[in-house]
């Protein structure tokens, strides 16, 4: 019996990353404020070119899952300047 467990490296990898990107946005507006977009839409861009370019399926899936995780951001700093603004998260240093 042959079990492949590709999808549950995916899932894994596709849940850290969501994790990760969570308080990456926290930071991000806390330091920079909504300025910050434009590091998301870099970054996302890079990650979608290394997507394209990688051959192996796996790495260019978890590439792909990295670059609209960033797109995504890019929403979520906005929301998160709300956020700031009803007092559910300090005002940092970004904020002017």
Known sequence: MC???T?????LV????IGLFHPLVI??????????WWIFLFLGIAFVVASVCVAD????????VVAFSSFWSILEVFHQRKRVER???PKGPGHK
Do not use: P
């Open 27 to 36: 930071k991000a507006e806390y330091y920079l404020g909504v300025r910050s």
């Open 87 to 89: 007092g559910w998260f």
């Open 14 to 17: 596709t849940f850290l990353v």
């Open 57 to 64: 399926l796996i790495i260019s899936i978890v590439l792909g």
């Open 7 to 11: 999808g549950l490296i995916i899932g």
């Open 3 to 5: 079990m492949n467990i």
